[in-house]
Every structure is written in C-alpha cells, then in structure tokens.
C-alpha cells in the first residue's frame, strides 16, 4: 500500500493485527503484569459475582456490596491498562516510559469513573443496532489507550477518543469481524479444554473434580460458560488493545508526524548497527591477515605478492550470518520484514478464503453442467426434423409430441397430487388429546400427596376398601387429605417433610379451626400406628378416619 493511501484508508486490518501482534511478542514482561494486575482481580470477582447472584441463596442482601466492589475494580482495572497501553506506547515509539506520579494516577482514574461507566449501558445498545456497534467500542478502547493523566480534563479525552473513532470505518469493521471470528475459535478451545483438562488428570494423576463426578454438569451450568468467557476474554485483550494502540498511533500521525520520525529513528539505528558490525569484522579479519602474515614470514619469505587475508564475498556472507542472527533481526527496518513470508494469520484466512472459492467453483460448474445436460435434452428431442414423405410421413416428429405430451401430463398429474396432499394436511382435524393420569402405587414410601387431586385419592382408597385392602386404603385418605391442606395453601407439600411437621406447619397456619387440627393430628396418630406399627386396621377404624378426612375438607371452608 502506499503512503497516501496508507493515511487515507488506514492500515489493512490484517496488517495492524500482526504488527500488533509483533509488538506483543517485543513488549517487556512488567508491560503484562500491569495488565494481569488489573485484569485479574476484575475476573475473580466477576465470576464469585455471577455464581453468587445465579445460585447464592443471600444473593439479594449482597448484590449491592458485589456490584460497589465489581464498580471499584472495574475502575482499577481500566487504570491498569492505561499504564499497560503507556508502556506498549513506548515500546513502539523506543522512548522510555514517562514516570507515574500519585496525581497522573488520580487524574486517569477520574475520566475512567466519568465516562467508562456509561459503556455498561451504550455498548449493548449499540450491539442491538448494531451499525454503530464499532464506533462505540472503539471509543471507549481509545479513552483507555489516550488516557495519559496528565490532565483531568473530561472534555478534551471525549473529543480526542471520538475523533480517532470515526476515522477509518471500513478498517473498523474489519477488525470487529476478524476479532469476533478468532475470538469465537479461541472460546471453543477453552471451552474443550476445561472439559478434556479434568479428564487427563484423572487419567494420568487420579485426580478426582467436579467435572469428573458429574461429566454431564458443566452444559446446563452458566458459571462454567462465564468462566469460558472470562478466559477467552483475558487472553485476547491484550491483543485488542494492542491493536488499537496501534490504529490510534497512525491516525495522530496524520497530525503529528510521529510514525515518520520513528520509522527515521528505526533507520538510523539500523544503519549505525550494520556499520559497527562491519566494522568490528573488518577490524578482525586484518588483525587476523597480520598474525597469518607474521607466522608464514619464516616458511616464505620470497613470496612474490601478499594475497589478501578475507576474500570480499566470505566477508560478505560472514556479515550476512551475523546480522541475521536473533539479537540483531529486529533491529532490521519494518519493510524489510514485510518482504519476506506472511503471518500465519494471513496465510491462514488467504487458504481459508481459497476453499470457499474453489467449492463455489464447483457448485457453479455442477449447476452449469445441469443446465448444459437440460438444453441438449430438449434439443434432442424437441428439435424440428425435415419431413420425409417417401419414408412414410413424419413418423419421428409424432414420436417427440407424443413423449412431450406424456411428459406434460406426468407433471400436471404431480402437481395435482401435490395440492390435494396439501390441502388435506390443511383441512386434517385437529384430535385434542387428554393426558391420561397414572395413578401411582400406594404402597410406595415415595409417593407424595401433590401426584393425584383430593377426590382422585379418595376414589382410589373406596376402591381399595372395596377390595379388602385396608392399610393402603387408609394410606390413600391420608394422601388425599394432605392433597386439600395443600390445595388451601394451609401446608407445603414436600418429599422430605414427615408427619410430625405437616401436623406443625397445620398448627401454625390454622389457628382460627382447632377442629381442623384436632382431626388432622387423630388421622396423624391412626396412620402412624397402622402405616408404621403393627396395629390391625379395622373398618370401623376405616370408617372414623374417613369421617376425620370430611372433618378437614369442611371445616373453615364456605358453604356451597
């Protein structure tokens, strides 16, 4: 690309990923441990956030002191990433990085609490809209990248972020697409090794989690996505902010110059390191001619000429193998490495792009060859052929329209087909089907009062009377009588609660009937001493609980 368009369009998005990319790999560790040291705190506390508000059972006595904390380290960790932006920004331009006074830091963490807060709720409406999703998420990424303290000025932060937002919108969008394709690569990575990590330790270290219990757990549960998030979050943010360090350093260039006087700088340091390189080669290779000419002096001393210690082509090579070496290729011009092979992002979306193309290719050659086949069909048999009276008429022009007309007949008997089809799937009754309730077993202990209405409780236990089975009939008018206490709301019917607290719970919430609880608690004490005792049920017994269950369903209620 050239310099004009260079300044005019901006740097190809993929372009200002891999030299956002080279920076990285450059940038000195403390860069990454003043962006862990903000980011990190941030991510713990926003997924004990998440689970405690999801499945915390004080989540809304904490959800005030949560939100207050995730707000301070939020602002924590943006101040962070200015400092981690501050030293990419050195990095780039090789000048040291300016020294962090107590009021630089105020003055960065006074625009942050001012305008990062309102990105919480313009950038998910962006979102929804869409169309000018990447000109608010790149404001606020600038406000933290040209965030530099040296002056609270809310104003003039705004101005210089929404200035540098909307230059360049194709390469926007670009790396909006690009980072939400690598960005969605990277979060199914981390999602497959969250589960496959736990079951190679289990395999290799019989080390029993979680997700080896319950292998099942983590796709229904939404802190393990979260999780899954944060993770591909923290790992490509760093990279995103490079990449906008980057496109804002280009696009103040257009003002300041400041891309040319690196690039000069670049070139002078490179052209003073070739020059002592060989330099101190040359100077070597004469001390090495005269040590060889001292110690060959005795053997020949009549040597007609002297022949010179380093032949101009070794020393040449002998140059180019030192300066090729790691310590002195990054030393090298940015052009000079933009000639040689691409990055392996380049390389890979370019064969990305080649498949797409070559299976396009080849579904247009196969729906061509469809359409060559069709027209030499039609040709074939619907040409006009000349007449031939002597042979006996036009026998083989009657042949054509006849096997047209079957065809015609053929699909218009189809498509009569078809439409019947349709219109009677449309005019198909509608058979309402009644789910047919199953009635549970009585004698089983996990049965509870909720499965059956009252009345269908108590048909079942007339039939289980009728039949000679008292016990379980007995049971049945229990179950139906709790089936009405939990219809009036008077108990909460539950598998773990026994008698003893249904007879409580009634105790509590039917004070105004104590004829309803003295019939409960007489059924109470019946179905203990049949159900679990060895008392004999007796019809007469039959008789009076069934009296007691009658007790319960009419007292305190309104006459019909």
């Known amino acids: 690309m050239t310099r004009h368009a260079h300044r005019t369009a901006g740097t190809p998005a993929l372009d200002l990923f891999e030299e956002a990319a080279h920076l990285l790999r450059g940038a000195p560790i403390s860069a990454f441990l003043q962006y862990y040291l903000g980011a990190v705190p941030f991510a713990l506390a926003l997924l004990y956030f998440w689970a405690d508000m999801s499945r915390g059972a004080f989540a809304e006595t904490r959800c005030a002191a949560g939100a207050l904390l995730l707000m301070v380290l939020f602002v924590w960790m943006k101040c962070w990433q200015s400092a981690f932006a501050t030293s990419l920004r050195a990095r780039l331009t090789g000048s040291e990085p300016s020294r ?11 625009v942050h609490t001012a305008l990062q807060s309102s990105g919480l709720l313009l950038l998910p409406i962006a979102l929804v809209v869409a169309i000018p999703f990447p000109v608010v998420f790149t404001l606020y990424q600038n406000l933290v990248l040209l965030a530099d303290g040296e002056s609270p000025r809310l104003r003039e932060a705004l101005r210089r972020a929404a200035a540098e937002a909307v230059r360049w919108p194709v390469q926007g969008w670009s790396l909006k697409a690009i980072f ?283 039939e289980l009377a009728a039949r000679g089975e008292l016990r379980l009939a007995l049971r049945a008018m229990y179950l139906a009588s709790l089936a009405h206490l939990g219809q009036r709301e008077l108990v909460v019917i539950a598998r773990f609660k026994s008698n003893r607290d249904y007879e409580l719970e009634l105790r509590r919430r039917a004070r105004a009937w104590p004829d309803l609880q003295r019939a409960f608690a007489e059924n109470v004490g019946a179905f203990d001493r049949t159900w679990y005792g060895l008392h004999e049920v007796t019809q007469d017994g039959v008789s009076q609980f069934e009296g007691n269950v009658q007790r319960i369903r009419t007292t305190g209620r309104p006459a019909s």
């Open 100 to 110: 962090w006074t107590l009021r630089r830091a105020a003055n960065i963490a006074i």
């Open 180 to 462: 939400l394709l690598f960005g969605l690569f990277v979060f199914v990575n981390v999602i497959l090794g969250l589960q496959i990590g736990p079951a190679l330790l289990k395999i290799f270290f019989g080390v029993e989690t979680s997700f080896t219990r319950s292998p099942g757990w983590s796709i229904g549960n939404t802190t393990f996505f979260a999780t899954a998030g944060v993770i591909t979050w923290l790992c490509l943010d760093p990279l995103v902010k490079a990449v906008y360090l980057l496109r804002c350093f280009y696009g103040l260039s257009l003002q300041n110059g400041e891309d040319l006087k690196v690039e000069i700088a670049r070139a002078r340091l490179a052209r003073s390191t070739l020059a002592a390189v060989a330099l101190c080669f040359l100077a070597s290779g004469g001390d090495l001619a005269a040590r060889a000419a001292e110690a060959e002096a005795p053997a020949r001393p009549a040597a007609p000429e002297v022949q010179p210690a380093v032949a101009p082509a070794e020393l040449n090579r002998a140059i180019e193998r030192v300066l090729n070496q790691p310590e002195f290729v990054w030393r090298q011009p940015r052009e000079r490495a933009a000639q040689g092979e691409p990055g392996w992002l380049r390389k890979f979306i370019e064969q990305a792009a080649e498949v797409i193309t070559n299976a396009l290719r080849a579904v247009r050659d196969v729906f061509l060859k469809a359409l060559l086949w069709l027209k030499e069909f039609f040709e074939r048999w619907f040409r006009a052929k000349p007449s031939n009276s002597e042979a006996g008429g036009d026998w083989h022009g009657g042949a054509q329209t006849l096997v047209f007309m079957l065809l015609a007949v053929t699909l218009s008997v189809l498509g009569v087909l078809l439409f019947r089809l349709f219109r009677d799937r449309r005019r198909r009754p509608v058979v309402a089907v009644q789910a047919v309730a199953v009635r549970p077993d009585v004698a089983d202990e996990n049965v509870t009062a909720d499965q059956l209405p009252e009345d269908d409780w108590l048909k079942l236990a007339r």
